[in-house]
C-alpha cells in the first residue's frame, strides 16, 4: 500500500538538495513537517528497508537511501535479505 | 509531407553515467559500442527532428498528478537534474520542436488518445544517457513523450503498440517536409529497489528479441502482458521500445547488441528498425 506522504517526502528529498542537506543534519525536524505515522518515522529513523520498502515506488526508494548514504551494495543485500516475490536474484 | 527515416531503441541507466569513467574497459567499450552504433545509423538518416519516448523517474511527475502519457510540446525543455548527469552531459537546455509535438497532440486527440502535455519537461537521464552517448547534434529538435513505466497501473502494451502506430500517422500527416527519427530508451530487464534488484532476466530479454523480430503484434502484446508483472520492474521500460517498434510498422528489428550489463545493473539492448520510407 502506497503512503503518500512517505513517498512525498522522498520526492522532495530529490528534488531539493537544501532539503536533503537539512534532513541529513535533523532528520526528526523535517519528518515533522510530514504527516508520518509514528511507526514508519521509527523505521525511516533505523533505516529500515524492509519496513519502508513496500510504502513508496521503487525508485524513490532507491534515491532515497543514496541520499541516506547507503552504499549501493548494503542496500542490495539489505533487499535481497527480504523474501523475493519473483525470480532468482543474479546481481 | 513528413517522413519516419529511422527507428532506434537504447538501454539507459544512472551507473552507465556515474560509473563511466570508472568501469572496466572492456565493458565500457561495449556499451559505447552499441550507442556509437545507433548514433552512426541515427546521422545516416539526417533526421530533422527526434521523437524520444521515455519514462520518468519522478522528475516532472509525482503521485499527486502522473499522466500515462505526456507529449513535451515546447520551443525547448530543460536538460538532465540530475548532478550525475550534469557532469557528463551539462546541457541546461534542449532545443524542442513546439510545431509538431502540438500536431502530435493533436493528432492524438483527434483519435481518442488523451494524452497530457508539457510546454516544458526537464529530461532526465531516462532521455539524456541515450542522447550523450549517442552523441546526439544540440541543433537537433527533441520532442519527448513521457511514458509512465515507473508507477503501476501502466498503459497496456495494446495501448503503446497503439501509440506507436498514432505517432506514425502524426508524422505523415505533418505538413511539412520533415526526416524524423524515433528512439526509445529504457530496459531491457532490470530490478531496482525491490527484493529481486540486480537481477537480469535474460530469458526475458531474449525473448522480447524473438517478438519483436518476428514482427507479430498480438504476440508480443501477449508475451510481454503475461511476463512484465514476473520479472524486475525496470523491464516495464520495454513500452517505450514497442512505441518505437509500432512507429516502425513492426518490422524490421535489427538486434545491435544486448549482453547483461550487471555493473550497470541493466539487460543492455540496442536495436535499430528498417524504415521503409527512409530515403
Excluded at chain 1, 525511516?44 to 510504502?55: Q, T
Excluded at chain 2, 511539412?176 to 526509445?184: I, Q
Aim: net charge negative; hydrophobic share 45%; charged share 25%.
Amino acid at each position: 500500500m502506497t503512503d503518500y506522504w512517505v513517498s512525498k517526502l522522498f520526492f522532495d528529498l530529490q528534488h531539493d538538495a537544501k532539503l536533503a542537506a537539512e534532513y541529513r543534519a535533523d532528520m526528526p525536524a523535517v519528518l515533522e513537517r510530514y504527516a508520518i505515522k509514528p511507526d514508519i518515522r521509527k523505521a525511516l529513523i533505523e533505516d529500515d528497508v524492509g519496513k519502508i520498502a513496500p510504502l513508496v515506488n521503487a525508485y524513490l526508494l532507491r534515491f532515497y537511501f543514496q541520499i541516506r548514504g547507503m552504499p549501493q551494495d548494503e542496500f542490495i543485500a539489505r533487499l535481497h535479505a527480504l523474501k523475493a516475490g519473483k525470480g532468482k536474484v543474479d546481481g | 509531407m513528413a517522413n519516419l527515416v529511422g527507428a532506434f531503441a537504447a538501454s539507459h541507466g544512472p551507473i552507465i553515467a556515474r560509473d563511466w569513467e570508472t568501469m572496466a574497459k572492456d565493458h565500457r567499450n561495449r556499451l559505447a559500442a552499441g550507442f556509437d552504433e545507433i548514433g552512426r545509423r541515427l546521422k545516416a538518416c539526417r533526421p530533422d527532428l527526434l521523437v524520444v519516448i521515455s519514462p520518468d523517474h519522478w522528475v516532472n511527475f509525482f503521485i499527486s498528478n502522473l499522466p500515462a502519457v505526456c507529449i513535451g510540446l515546447g520551443e525547448e525543455h530543460d536538460g538532465p537534474p540530475e548532478p550525475f548527469m550534469q557532469k557528463v552531459f551539462p546541457r541546461e537546455r534542449l532545443k524542442g520542436h513546439a510545431a509538431f509535438g502540438r500536431h502530435l497532440l493533436e493528432t492524438a486527440l483527434e483519435r481518442d488518445f488523451e494524452p497530457a502535455l508539457s510546454h516544458r519537461l526537464k529530461l532526465d537521464h531516462g532521455t539524456c544517457i541515450p542522447l550523450w552517448r549517442i552523441g546526439v547534434d544540440a541543433e537537433l529538435p527533441i520532442v519527448p513523450i513521457i511514458v509512465n513505466d515507473l508507477e503501476e497501473p501502466m498503459p497496456s502494451i495494446r495501448r503503446c503498440l497503439a501509440w506507436g502506430r498514432l505517432l506514425r500517422q502524426a508524422i505523415e500527416s505533418y505538413p511539412e517536409p520533415l526526416r524524423v527519427a524515433v528512439l526509445g530508451t529504457g530496459g531491457l530487464s532490470h530490478s531496482i529497489g525491490e527484493p529481486t534488484m540486480g537481477w537480469i532476466d535474460e530469458e526475458f530479454d531474449h525473448a522480447c528479441i524473438r517478438h519483436f523480430a518476428d514482427g507479430e503484434d498480438a504476440r508480443l502484446a501477449a508475451f510481454l502482458t503475461e511476463a512484465l508483472p514476473r520479472t524486475g520492474n525496470g523491464a516495464h521500460e520495454i513500452r517505450d521500445w514497442v512505441v518505437a517498434h509500432a512507429a516502425a510498422g513492426s518490422q524490421g528489428f535489427e538486434l545491435i547488441d544486448y549482453f547483461p550489463s550487471p555493473q550497470t545493473l541493466v539487460g543492455a539492448g540496442f536495436a535499430s528498425w528498417r524504415v521503409a520510407a527512409a530515403a
